[in-house]
């Protein structure tokens, strides 16, 4: 049992309570084709238009209309919960590669003991990697650019 209670605290330190953000980013290319490519900067305004709705739609309500994440996200509420971080690149998200951004969507933080629900049964994939194209679009290059390099790291 410690040991569980070890495992999601660190997780959920992972996921929220980062408050260092600060990094190099750049502009990519496009979303990736295919799970197994290197996800790049969506440039279609037609795809990020798509995750800025799905965002307002399903996730705005709990990380803010503009990815701020909640007041004092990296401290823990009465509950022991971390609030909505931010992902607008000012909070955690970034520290993480492509393939957990899209788990944490899907499967939300439940099962590590965060409050985030699950979005499989909600948000089909191409609309979870909308969410994400979106939220990596409102990102500095810095953070961008940082991001891209640890998640290439993460592929290898």
């Known amino acids: 049992m410690k040991i569980r209670l070890s495992v999601v605290a660190a997780v ?8 260092e953000s600060s990094a190099p980013g750049s502009a990519g290319a496009s979303v990736p084709p295919a799970p197994a490519a290197s996800p790049r900067r969506a440039v279609d305004p037609a795809f990020i238009a798509r995750g800025a709705r799905v965002y307002q739609e399903n996730c705005a309500s709990c990380h803010g209309g503009m990815a701020q994440g909640a007041p004092n996200w990296h401290i823990p509420g009465v509950d022991g919960k971390y609030p909505p971080p931010p992902l607008n690149g000012s909070g955690h ?19 590590l003991g965060g409050n985030m629900p699950a979005w499989k049964d909600k948000l089909a994939d191409e609309d979870i990697e909308a969410v994400i194209a979106w939220m990596q679009s409102v990102w500095p290059a810095e953070i961008y650019q940082a991001w ?6 993460s592929r290898r």
């Open 148 to 153: 891209l390099a640890m998640d290439e790291k």
């Open 12 to 19: 959920l330190l992972s996921l929220a309570a980062c408050k």
């Open 93 to 111: 998200a970034w520290h993480h590669p492509h393939a957990a951004l899209k788990m944490t969507i899907r499967e939300g933080t439940a099962r």
